[in-house]
């Protein structure tokens, strides 16, 4: 079994190559992501090299192997599942899961994910809108945000890239949470802002890196009665 420190390497490394387009990332940029010194993350990859996890190249970086990728997506899985867990039925507020699952995703065995993943109805996506995991693969889609979508045209909320408790409560404030519907009413690049409209809200203006953050698609019209 692999230790959390070698598990939080392979989980936060395959975060950044999706980031990257698959490309090699530098020990330089893992070093500032783990947040060790360059020489401690050149230390673990040169290990993991040696488990056949991932592929080390001095002075261009490293990436997963088909082997190290499968065990990073099932860490993933086991966070994502377990963020999912702590609002759902423990009842804990969104904004708080991300690092209580940083810690709960080492400790919990196979057969306790999986009956999680039972009692919670095998779902698709955690409270953030992030995809799980499923038979090691991970399905992802193209999104457009608040920041690029198209003006005046109903959105629905999909995902918040931003995890950060503070930006969290921010949406979870102006109901820009996934399964919500949004309109972007108009944008001000002048002013860096992005002014919307919220169902049953009063109107909202954001800044653009804030909308960006949001990831959103059209929403289904709503059926006409008979």
């Known amino acids: 079994m692999a230790s959390s420190t070698v598990e939080d390497y392979l989980k936060r490394l395959y975060m950044a190559q999706q980031e990257a387009g698959g490309s090699m990332i530098l020990m330089g940029q893992l070093a500032t992501i783990m947040g060790v010194v360059p020489g401690t993350a050149t230390s673990m990859m040169k290990a993991l090299a040696d488990s056949g996890l991932v592929q080390y190249e001095p002075r261009q970086g490293v990436r997963l192997t088909a082997s190290g990728e499968q065990l990073a997506l099932h860490v993933l899985r086991r966070h994502r599942l377990v963020e999912l867990f702590l609002v759902k039925v423990l009842g804990l507020d969104w904004s708080v899961v991300h ?16 009956r999680m993943d039972a009692v919670l109805g095998q779902p698709d996506a955690d409270p953030h809108g992030d995809p799980i995991p499923r038979k090691g693969r991970l399905r992802t889609r193209e999104h457009h945000s608040l920041a690029d979508c198209p003006t005046e045209q109903a959105q629905r909320v999909v995902r918040i890239l931003d995890q950060n408790p503070e930006f969290l409560q921010l949406a979870d404030r102006h ?52």
């Open 175 to 226: 109901g820009l949470v996934p399964g919500a519907t949004v309109t972007v009413a108009a944008r001000e690049p002048a002013a860096d802002t992005v002014r919307l409209r919220i169902p049953r809200r009063k109107p909202v203006s954001l800044g653009l890196s804030a909308a960006a953050k949001i990831l959103v698609e059209p929403a289904a019209p709503r059926s006409r009665r008979s």
């Open 99 to 114: 690092d209580e699952a940083d810690v709960l995703e080492h400790a919990i065995s196979d057969r306790v994910l999986e």
